[in-house]
């Protein structure tokens, strides 16, 4: 592909800030590949690159284009990651300025909910979790964490405040300090654990760049050329990460479209790219070539999101004139909307256009499943994208806990995760061993096992223990045939039949295959990381469903679609309720991101977008009742077929029963107001910088 002259602008950039905005489709991909394959091809050293990109995907399709146009063994040497990894290459390379010791393991999502009851239980001493929304702060402290913050430095306590009043709807006062005090003693459990969470591959870094010049300086040093793909939806904590040791050469390409911002929600912050104009006063580029779509389709689009306020200026075009204009449908209920797009899907199938040229993207995952079964019926092939990954198994995370210990012998939740098969150990079992391994063997599980008083379990946490020995002196390829041999995994699903565990075995068959790849892949870079965390960090690195070889149409939110692109487009649910998205109360809580998301949908086509409104929306425990969605008008969409019986225009979001949400969303609206005057001060900042473990003392406010 010949680049044109605003992407040879990038393509050709060298040294210092440069700002690219680019428009849906402009081929930004390929204009930051170019520019990375130059400066190798003009003598720079392949590992001073660094790219980040926003998923697992995107890393590897860079790695694969880049490997196009200098070869794979140059690109191999670039880092390519996401933040996460290469927040995580940060903490294991300098575990101390990140608060961690060498040989630190890394907890998922059920982990760390399980690590965190642990500690309401057992430090807290909490005694009905049930009480509780332990899982709403958990959340809200993901937010707090996507800004960089803890609940351990004081400066971070009026934030720490905001976010649980606005995530976690907290307004006490007591309850907001016990929290953060909780909160304190989580950050401490983690420390003398050595384990990480998802928060702390941004969270740490972030923290030991802002506090260590060395590191900073050994930051800029190693990465001279660095490059952010999909700033609109970097985080405070990602952008902060760069920035920290950017700042100092200053030599960096940041690339985005603020109008395909869609992850406010998880705490990206579109302002990142002003923030970055601001900080490093960048020379701009602007890509609005759409070579994707039609001129129809990006014309109106672009009509849409001009609706949209502080946007940064881009002017989108396209110079392909074929095709019309968006249009849309309006159906009676979901189960019209389905057959109308299965029709028009096999329509377009006998015309020649390929399953795989074909998406239906939505809002809502109700929708794809009330799209499913017609699909099935129609014998068209399909999948849905974004399904559960080979590492979101249960058996593959039990292997996982087991390469885990075999890295880090104190990871408890580790532990946890393997002792549920051992018989007559028990959780008490379990507990008596963890803490005797915190208070006399500096937290290494397998160092005294005598606590354990059933003589079996004894013997098979010793048993564990040896082979976690052993394995710590082989090739992580082990790993598989030690856990189904020497472990079993029938104990651990007690209640499958023999189908269910032939499907965990193959599963697990695969993920062994793809350790294999992954070793052999290290044996021939030479590379002398320790291939154990090689596996646990390639985990984090796991590319999804690949989507290019099945000859499947593909069903996804449109959040997942985000960077991909097919000839035809069908968009699901446009109606007022999904397009814009409310919640119960009928309250859209942005606006703009939802227009946003409107936008990335309409883009993802080629040659054809059109639009399905339901007038009746089925939910299972609720059915609702809506208007066509404001953005067909606002993107002037073509009307096309129509209800036959039409129902009456809704004057607002209304739910079947005759409640007028409008009404209830301005009594809540009222409502919150008066909460809010008179809620209490957040803390300030005499708050207390460390946690104890002396709970015994406290009091647990009521809930
Ligand atoms: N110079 C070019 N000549 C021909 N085709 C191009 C050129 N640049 C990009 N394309 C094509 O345009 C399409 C969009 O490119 P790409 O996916 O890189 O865009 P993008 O900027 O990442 O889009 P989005 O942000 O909407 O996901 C691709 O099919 C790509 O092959």
């Known amino acids: 592909m010949r680049l044109d002259k605003d992407q040879e602008v990038v393509a050709q950039h060298n040294h210092g800030a440069m700002l690219v905005l680019a428009g849906a489709g402009s081929g930004k991909t390929a204009s930051i590949t170019g520019r990375a394959a130059n400066l190798i091809k003009r003598g720079i050293r392949p590992d001073s690159l660094l790219l980040t990109t926003f998923s697992k995907k995107a890393a590897s399709e860079m790695k694969t284009r880049l490997g196009a146009l200098v070869g794979d063994e140059m690109a191999a040497q670039a880092t390519i990651c996401t933040f996460h990894s290469l927040g995580d290459k940060i903490i294991k390379e300098w575990p101390t300025e990140c608060e961690r010791e060498m040989g630190m393991s890394i907890l998922d999502e059920s982990d760390q909910r399980g690590l965190f009851r642990r500690l309401l239980k057992e430090v807290v001493k909490v005694d009905n979790l049930k009480d509780l929304d332990y899982r709403k702060w958990l959340s809200a402290y993901d937010r707090l964490a996507q800004d960089g913050a803890r609940a351990v430095e004081s400066q971070h306590a009026n934030r720490f405040c905001e976010i649980m009043q606005t995530h976690a709807g907290i307004e006490r006062q007591d309850q907001l300090n016990w929290l953060w005090r909780v909160f304190g003693a989580f ?28 590191l900073r300086d050994a930051l800029a040093f190693r990465y001279p050329y660095v490059t952010v793909d999909e700033a609109q939806d970097t985080c405070i904590a990602q952008y902060d990460v760069i920035r920290l040791f950017a700042k100092s050469h200053g030599n960096i390409v940041v690339v985005g479209d603020d109008d395909q911002s869609i992850y406010g929600w998880r705490g990206a912050s579109v302002d990142n790219m002003k923030r970055f104009i601001r900080d490093f006063n960048p020379q701009v580029a602007r890509l609005e070539r759409n070579y994707r779509s039609t001129r129809p389709i990006v014309a109106a689009a672009a009509q849409m999101i001009a609706n949209n306020t502080g946007r940064l200026l881009k002017n989108p075009y396209s110079e392909c004139d074929e095709g019309a204009a968006p249009v849309f449908h309006s159906n009676k209920n979901d189960h019209d909307m389905a057959h109308s797009i299965v029709a028009d899907i096999k329509v377009a199938r006998a015309q020649g256009v390929p399953w795989n040229e074909q998406a239906i993207l939505y809002r809502k995952n109700r929708i794809g499943e009330i799209l499913e079964p017609l699909l099935l019926e129609h014998n068209v092939p399909y999948e849905v994208y974004g399904g559960k990954k080979l590492t979101d198994r249960k058996e593959v995370k039990l292997a996982m806990a087991l390469a885990r210990l075999v890295i880090n012998p104190r990871d408890q939740m580790a532990f946890h995760k393997l002792a549920d098969g051992i018989k007559g150990l028990g959780e008490r079992g379990v507990e008596s061993l963890c803490s005797d391994a915190e208070q006399f063997s500096g937290g290494d599980l397998f160092a005294n096992t005598e606590v354990i008083r059933n003589a079996k ?86 590319p999804e469903t690949d989507l290019s070889d099945n000859d499947k149409v593909i069903l996804s939110t449109v959040h997942r679609a985000k960077g991909l692109e097919w000839e035809r487009v069908y968009i699901a649910g446009a109606s007022d309720g999904l397009m814009p998205m409310a919640n119960k109360s009928g309250e859209v809580s942005d606006e703009q991101e939802e227009r946003r998301l409107a936008y990335v949908g309409s883009t993802r086509a080629a040659k054809v977008c059109t639009l399905y409104h339901c007038a009746m929306l089925n939910l299972g425990y609720d059915t609702l009742l809506m208007n066509p969605s404001p953005y067909l008008a606002e993107m002037g969409a073509t009307p096309g077929r129509s209800l036959q019986d039409p129902l009456p225009l809704i004057p607002k979001l209304k739910r079947e029963g005759g409640v007028d949400v409008g009404n209830l969303v301005a009594q809540q609206i009222a409502q919150s107001a008066e909460q809010r005057e008179s809620a209490p001060e957040p803390i300030t900042q005499e708050q207390p910088e460390r946690t104890r473990y002396s709970w015994e003392s406290q009091e647990i406010p009521g809930w």
């Open 457 to 542: 379990a004894r013997e098979s946490v010793e048993h564990l223990g040896s082979l976690v020995g052993i394995l710590r002196r082989r090739s992580p390829e082990e790993l598989i045939p030690t856990l189904v041999n020497e472990i079993g995994i029938s104990t651990y699903f007690p209640k499958e039949t023999e189908k269910q565990l032939e499907q965990r075995m193959d599963r697990l068959g695969r993920f062994a295959d793809w350790i294999s790849l992954l070793v052999e892949k290290q044996r021939k870079m030479q590379s002398d990381l320790d291939p154990w965390h090689m596996i646990l960090q390639a985990t984090l690195e796991e």
């Open 187 to 214: 950050e401490k459990f983690k420390r003398e654990q050595n384990v990480v969470d998802f928060n702390d591959l941004l969270t740490l870094p972030r923290m030991a760049l802002e506090r260590h010049e060395m």
